[in-house]
């Protein structure tokens, strides 16, 4: 049995200042009752208006023929602020707010502001170093919470995010959208290639010096691999040059995935997935609707769809990887 914890006591820990700590053996993140709910209205605020997914998502939710599984959510505040010193993000915030606010959404000037205002919040700032700030201001608010890739710009961030989710009690969600591909459930289940046993996926991995190399772009390939192998990597080797990475993971279970990062030529998304009965291609990438959809029944539940644990395992990932490349490609075990 787990120890009841009061908020108190986690912050004397240091859980929110990203302490190593565990209750009776249990990672932090298992502190989260997964059958918790928490009462929310449907009023949706987002921070940061500095990618395409804001205007995707509040273009979708405020439709007047908004399909009906988003279950009436609405985008009704932003904050514009998002990324300010990464120019090819911070430069498309003026374009955007004025997209989102055709759609009837109220601009603010504080994060305090937006969540007077809203249920729930999608933070959307492309710059993963503001987001231990502005997540833990919506957490203390006990505000559902999906953050949009990268979840943070370090492994000790997402630490640090998730801490606070335990503390506050209050779920988060991070996900790629390529986690929700057309096809991918039959492939994972065995229903279509059995038991899978392998799999190579490939996407843009454009960097960022701010952030950590993999963080930035790459994480969608990344996370794309994992929903296909699931958690339980143990050693990680990179190959890198300028113009490609090839990240090799060793499963526990003695199954090998591999993530191609490219920054030449014409970008794109897939891979192949190995099976026991045979290969299958990965589907196309066909837009946001998808990963919408589960972020809506996360706000109804206050579940998320991927397990903390799998979460953090997919940072550890990458910043295995930037270890690797450090050390001329020797294997680096994940910790």
């Not at 919470?145 to 000790?156: T, Y």
């Not at 096809?183 to 190579?200: F, Y």
């Not at 030529?265 to 190995?274: A, E, I, W």
């Amino acid at each position: 049995m787990v120890t009841r914890i009061k908020r108190r006591e986690f912050i004397r820990a240091g859980l929110l200042t990203g302490a190593a700590v565990a209750v009776n053996n249990l990672p932090l993140s298992a502190l989260i009752n997964p059958e918790i709910r928490i009462n929310t209205g449907k009023r949706v605020g987002i921070i940061g208006l500095d990618t395409s997914h804001s205007v995707a998502f509040t273009k979708a939710l405020n439709a007047a023929d908004a399909n009906p599984d988003f279950a009436g959510y609405k985008v009704v505040v932003a904050y514009p602020f998002g990324s300010r010193t990464i120019e090819s993000s911070a430069s498309r915030i003026p374009d955007y707010t004025k997209e989102v606010q055709s759609c009837g959404v109220q601009i603010v000037s504080s994060l305090d502001e937006l969540l007077l205002a809203a249920d729930v919040v999608m933070l959307e700032t492309n710059d993963g170093r503001l987001h231990v700030e502005q997540a833990l201001k919506v957490l203390k608010a006990r505000k559902p919470l999906f953050i949009d890739k990268p979840l943070a710009a370090s492994f000790a961030d997402v630490k640090k995010i998730f801490n606070a989710s335990a503390a506050f009690q209050t779920p988060i969600f991070s996900s790629s959208a390529l986690r929700y591909l057309a096809g991918l459930p039959e492939i994972v289940s065995g229903k279509k290639i059995g038991h899978i046993t392998g799999a190579d996926v490939y996407s843009p991995a454009s960097i960022e010096p701010s952030h950590p190399d993999l963080f930035w772009y790459g994480i969608h390939g990344v996370e794309l691999l994992y929903a296909i192998m699931g958690p339980g990597c143990e050693y990680v080797t990179r190959v890198h040059t300028a113009e490609t990475d090839i990240v090799t993971g060793v499963w526990r279970d003695g199954r090998v995935g591999t993530f191609r990062g490219t920054r030449t030529g014409r970008d794109g998304f897939g891979g192949v997935v190995f099976g026991e009965n045979g290969q299958t291609i990965i589907g196309e990438f066909a837009g946001y609707l998808p990963l919408l959809k589960q972020i809506i029944h996360f706000f109804q539940t206050g579940v998320s769809p991927v397990s903390p644990l799998e979460t953090q395992e997919i940072y550890a990932f990458m910043e295995a990887a930037d270890e690797s490349k450090r050390r001329g490609g020797k294997a680096v075990r994940i910790r």
